[in-house]
């Protein structure tokens, strides 16, 4: 980020920054979310692939890393937009998929008391889903607040 701000007339507001991502990318999003919420205060995942457990540990044994992630730490300062298909549910008794692995988190992030849009949609793991969704996260997220003066790019 000190990269993009001293080139780019971006925010120093993490309230008005957003890291999203779709499938891999929305996991990684949330990641970053939690380590640091003093850059990014807001989240947008599509289908993130929160069924996915770092170090080559069998997903089908550590269920949902990224919520236990969230349920052992303090809140913070973040908001989430999160979204996933009808049809990204499992397709077999051990396997997790997106659908249940998100609303797993959904519900980890409502217990901690974040400020969470979850939202599913008529579809599968899908780019053409995510478009359709994407105007959604970003006016969840940013829609209701009013535009700041940014500070000039610093050299």
Not at 13 to 27: E, F, K
Not at 65 to 90: H, I, Q, S, V
Request: net charge positive; hydrophobic share 40%; proline share 6%.
């Amino acid at each position: 980020m000190p990269w993009v701000r001293a080139r780019y007339n971006v925010t120093v507001n993490p309230d008005r920054a957003i890291i999203g991502g779709y499938s891999l990318g929305g996991l990684t999003a949330a990641y970053a979310g939690l380590r640091y919420s003093e850059v990014f205060g807001n989240v947008l995942s599509q289908s993130g692939s929160f069924w996915w457990a770092p170090d080559g540990t069998d997903a089908t044994v550590e269920h949902n890393w990224m919520a236990k992630e969230f349920a052992t730490r303090p809140r913070l300062p973040l908001r989430f937009y999160m979204d996933a298909g009808t049809f990204e549910a499992p397709r077999g008794p051990t396997v997790v998929r997106v659908l249940v692995s998100s609303r797993h988190l959904r519900d980890v992030l409502f217990a901690k008391g974040y400020d969470v849009r979850c939202q599913q949609f008529a579809g599968g793991h899908d780019l053409l889903n995510w478009r359709g969704t994407l105007a959604d996260g970003l006016l969840f997220l940013l829609g209701n607040s009013s535009p700041e003066k940014t500070e000039p790019a610093r050299e």
